[in-house]
């Protein structure tokens, strides 16, 4: 078995190797990484078995991922491949040349329809570029020959404020801080309010201060760059354009809390990424920004990590995402304790988004009033949105805070919009008579992502598409998520099929309260959002779908013994129920 030698010995780093060469992960390949690592061989086939990426059967050697996001992907286009290669969903090809799978959003909303191909993005997708990579893997061209604009990820940047024009990463953050002090630091911190941007809010600079303050054998800090929501893909330009400014802010993070290691847990689809992430850590470890006495001054030791995930949305939740790094399916855990007192490993651990990291390395370095001249009295500083679906001008917007929604669909050239989801299927979703409302944590909090979707799109069927959604990604831990979600997915199905009914509506809405108040993380009390608020604001919609009967049977009895029938040769009445 050849080993990755690149990165830390970690499982799903492990796993992902092997799977890269033998494109799957055999009986004798769990045994053998489980001894390796001296880990239980149970939980190494539960990690297998949870994460999206990793198969227990051969994939084809050009294996294919395309995205379900109604902003980058396009089940049509996955179909015509299909049929072009003589292929279904979910199978690897007899003679072992390709397999194809739908997989969840990939980041890539700004660059239209796209798919992954053994961990990189292709883009642009449309019929021609489908035949065109037909040919392709039919001919068995190696992706080195394929055109290479079809890998090119691009950032569009419509609107650019403190954070995407600052010079934040050159170390004057860190200078800084020095010069200041660590406390005094915090303090600019809190003055400046900055708030988690992953959209819960949670004040930082007193989830720093309770990690700081607590006991533990060590302390960390974990960047959280898994943006895995549906339409969110800031993170994939911070980290592209702004690697550095995230390093500095992590280290700053480090000083303050006494921790002397940090981690970056990226997603698995931005995987493409990690050859640049490695080299900005190798520059600032020789520019002595990085590793052992940074600035030259003794005791401020910091290290940072790359941890990549494998297909898992749930470990966007930061207690999934600890539970994965310490080589666990991603399991949210039971809240008391927290992670600022017992994170990872156990010990006082602070947990922050992208660019929640790089906004504090910006206010150290720039001081607390400059955040605070832009934003509202509640929402300081500015927010990064991502912005897809039907405009003009899909990419990344920097706002202050207090923008309202009219003023972004303006900017970004939507036209004919019915509804806007915020948040992603997790956040909100908000027809046309709340366009005025504005983007602030006490108004439409959101991690950062909008998706607009104009009058010539189905609405329902994008609701239906979010159900799917959940009910694909839920980790399965509780009941109320692991069997509500399925619940409400054939629910929106036979709304949509045309088979629904006043009852079906009565039973979907139930379902929704039991999922939002039951389920154990607050990713599974979000799943049901996008039917909640569609039943809310857009009721038309599903009225219109129903039938005019009281009830209709979810099970067709007479329908299931069709096959029965034209086995036996018969159609009589007899043989109908």
């Known amino acids: ?301 910091f290290e940072i990590s790359i941890v990549v995930g494998a297909g898992a949305y749930i470990c966007g939740e930061e207690s999934a995402l600890i539970e994965s790094l310490e080589q666990k399916c991603g399991h949210p855990r039971i809240r008391p304790p927290f992670p600022v007192t017992h994170g990872y490993l156990g010990q006082p651990t602070v947990v922050n988004n992208v660019e929640t990291l790089i906004a504090a390395a910006y206010i150290v370095q720039h001081g607390a009033q400059s955040f605070l001249d832009r934003g509202t009295a509640s929402s300081s500083g500015t927010k990064l949105l991502s912005i897809s679906g039907d405009c003009a001008r899909s990419g990344i917007y920097e706002y202050p805070f207090g923008v309202t929604l009219a003023e972004v669909l303006e900017a970004c050239g939507a036209r004919d919009v019915q509804a806007v989801q915020v948040g992603g299927p997790s956040g909100v979703l908000l027809a046309a008579d709340a366009f005025q409302r504005t983007i602030a944590f006490d108004d439409v909090a959101t991690g950062g992502s909008l998706m607009i979707f104009d009058t010539s799109r189905d609405l329902l069927q994008v609701i239906q598409s979010f159900a799917h959604f959940f009910a694909h990604e839920s980790c399965g831990f509780c009941t109320p998520c692991r069997v509500g979600t399925v619940l409400l997915q054939k629910g929106m199905d036979k709304i949509c099929g045309g088979h629904g009914t006043a009852h079906d509506m009565a039973e979907l809405s139930s379902m929704v309260t039991l999922v939002s108040e039951r389920s154990h993380c607050g990713l599974g009390m979000t799943a049901a959002n996008p039917i909640r608020d569609g039943m809310a604001h857009f009721p038309l919609l599903f009225n219109q779908r129903l039938s005019h009967q009281e009830m209709e049977p979810d099970f067709d009895l007479d329908g299931s013994l069709a096959e029965a029938r034209k086995i036996t040769g018969r159609d009589d009445a007899e043989a109908h129920l």
């Not at 290479?148 to 650019?160: A, G, H, L």
């Open 1 to 301: 078995m050849t080993w990755s030698q690149t990165y830390p010995e970690h499982l799903l780093h492990l796993l992902h190797a092997h799977q890269q060469e033998h494109r799957y992960i055999s009986d004798a390949a769990i045994l053998e990484i489980a001894e390796r690592l001296q880990l239980p061989r149970a939980q190494v086939e539960a990690v297998v078995e949870f994460y999206a990426f990793f198969s227990r059967t051969p994939r084809g050697k050009f294996d294919l991922r395309f995205s379900t996001c109604s902003s980058c992907g396009d089940a049509r286009l996955m179909q015509q491949l299909c049929d072009l290669l003589h292929v279904s969903w979910h199978e690897t090809r007899a003679d072992g040349r390709v397999s194809i799978s739908p997989t969840s959003c990939i980041g890539m909303c700004d660059h239209g329809a796209s798919l992954l191909i053994h961990d990189r993005p292709l883009v642009a997708l449309d019929a021609q570029r489908i035949e065109q990579i037909a040919s392709f893997i039919e001919t068995d061209t190696p992706l080195e020959q394929w055109p290479k604009t079809w890998f090119t990820v691009t950032s569009q940047n419509y609107r650019q404020d403190i954070l995407l024009s600052s010079d934040v990463g050159s170390g004057d953050a860190l200078r800084a801080m020095e010069a200041m002090g660590a406390e005094v630091a915090l303090s600019a911190i809190r003055e400046a309010d900055l708030r988690g941007r992953g959209g819960a809010g949670f004040r930082t600079a007193m989830k720093w201060q309770f990690c700081r303050e607590a006991t533990g054998d060590a302390h960390y800090v974990i960047c959280n760059a898994d943006e895995g929501e549906p339409g969110t893909f800031k993170d994939r330009q911070l980290l592209t354009e702004h690697a550095d400014a995230l390093l500095e802010g992590m280290a700053l993070c480090g000083r303050v809390i006494a921790a002397k290691q940090g981690l970056i847990y990226l997603r698995g689809e931005y995987r493409y990424l990690l050859p640049h992430l490695e080299a900005r850590l190798a520059a600032r470890r020789q520019s002595g920004l990085l590793g052992e006495a940074i600035l030259g001054v003794d005791g401020f030791d």
